[in-house]
């Protein structure tokens, strides 16, 4: 792969601004978050005009309700997003942090402290808030960013990009800082793939197509949010009423989200317990049940055809069923068909939750809640510009901080070494 030179040019100059703004004081970056808060707010009726735009040839290309929905903006969702922007800047600046690891023996006095990474690209699918959550994340821990999303979102993230550079600019930053690509030409997404030397970090947030492409063909540093295969194990152990309540929610609250449980566990010595009031709750919330032919053949209501559906992301009202031989089939029903994103225990015995913390591996593990909560908003980051399924720099909920890394400073007095 080759680098286009208009986009070579575009990169170097966003490369350029975002050196700016790794010099800005915290007390600027920050009132730069209030100004954008602001400008959302005040420019919601321009960016829903632009959002309707791209609804409109959505629907009439035939795209699904869940990715419709995730392309959906409205008045509450425009108030969300100014209201993430605060959260950001209510919080320390990520630049702020410093560890001192004291005095050496030979007399160095030595630091850590946090850094921005530098630039960072993002490909994006049909998210127009992905727009203003990256953004701001990344310009308040010191970086640029450069945004590609989908074409299906382009009139929107255009719309949110004119804001983002007004509101740059208002607060004395340069508007370079933050690149939204409306072209949607391919070259440009072979481009950032490419673009050794200048990104310093690629993050890909859509579908697993589009993580695959990324991680197959780029030049740059990748950090992937992949599929969101979450699980909900209902224990023996679990009061019966929360536990309906709690994966009703996983489930039905938003089912065409990373984080929407698209399988559930029950403890098998449970099953004629729990079973019959779950499907009948889940069932009245408009889900489809797939369920192995073990469960099926306790409810005419489930489909049985759950086992070719195990460790599948639904992204819609469909889940699938399967029965376990308590904690320890839970984990290892979950080792083999988990994405490492999201899984959740419901029990009330304290040695089965603490046996599903320790042994389940994913970027969070919820006990006794929806799996709904593993956002970065939710967990306190104001927003995030992914859920980083990977280990490496991060695991889960990326938000300021996870857009940093550490460099050492290292005090002496004409110091040398023996």
Not at 168 to 196: C, H, I, K, Q, Y
Not at 287 to 293: A, I
Not at 395 to 414: F, N, Y
Request: net charge negative.
């Amino acid at each position: 792969m080759t680098l286009d030179p208009t986009h070579e040019a575009r990169l170097r100059a966003t490369r350029a601004a975002g050196a700016e703004v790794a010099l800005a004081p915290g007390s600027q970056r920050r009132a730069w978050l209030e100004e954008l808060a602001l400008a959302l707010e005040a420019e919601a009726s321009t960016l829903l005009v632009a959002n309707a735009e791209d609804l409109a040839a959505a629907t009439a290309s035939g795209v699904d309700a869940a990715r419709l929905d995730r392309m959906h903006l409205d008045e509450r969702r425009i108030a969300q997003l100014a209201s993430a922007v605060r959260e950001i800047a209510a919080q320390p600046d990520p630049l702020a942090a410093s560890e001192d690891l004291g005095l050496r023996p030979s007399g160095i006095h030595v630091r850590r402290v946090r850094s921005p990474l530098g630039l960072i690209g993002m490909v994006y699918e049909a998210r127009p808030n992905v727009t203003i959550d990256a953004a701001a994340l990344a310009v308040f821990a010191g970086n640029a960013i450069v945004l590609r999303p989908g074409r299906e979102i382009r009139a929107s993230a255009g719309a949110l990009g004119d804001v983002l550079r007004r509101s740059l600019e208002a607060a004395g930053l340069p508007g370079d800082a933050v690149a939204v690509v409306e072209d949607p030409n391919r070259a440009w997404f072979r481009s950032l793939l490419a673009a050794s030397g200048l990104i310093d970090l690629l993050i890909p947030r859509g579908g697993a197509a589009l993580i695959r492409a990324v991680e197959a063909e780029a030049r740059v540093p990748v950090l992937a949010h992949a599929t969101g295969v979450c699980h909900t194990y209902v224990d023996g152990s679990a009061e019966l009423a929360q536990a309906v309540r709690v994966v009703v929610n996983a489930k039905a609250q938003r089912p065409g989200v990373c984080n929407a449980t698209e399988g559930l566990l029950v403890d098998r010595a449970a099953l004629p317990q729990f079973l019959p009031p779950l499907v009948e709750a889940l069932t009245g919330a408009g889900v489809t049940l797939h369920g192995s032919p073990e469960v099926a053949a306790l409810d005419p209501r489930i489909l049985a055809d759950g086992d070719a559906w195990r460790g599948h992301e639904w992204l819609s009202l469909d889940l699938t069923v399967q029965a376990v031989d308590g904690v320890e089939g839970a984990i290892a029903y979950i080792a083999h068909h988990g994405s490492g994103h999201t899984e959740a225990v419901l029990a009330r015995d304290p040695a089965v939750t603490a046996r599903f913390v320790r042994a389940v591996q994913a970027s969070a593990v919820m006990v006794n809640a929806s799996t709904r909560f593993n956002d970065g908003g939710e967990l306190g980051l104001g927003a995030e510009i992914g859920i980083s399924t990977t280990r490496l720099h991060a695991w889960g909920p990326m938000g300021a901080s996870a857009l940093t890394t550490q460099r050492w400073v290292v005090e002496g007095d004409g110091a040398v070494r023996a």
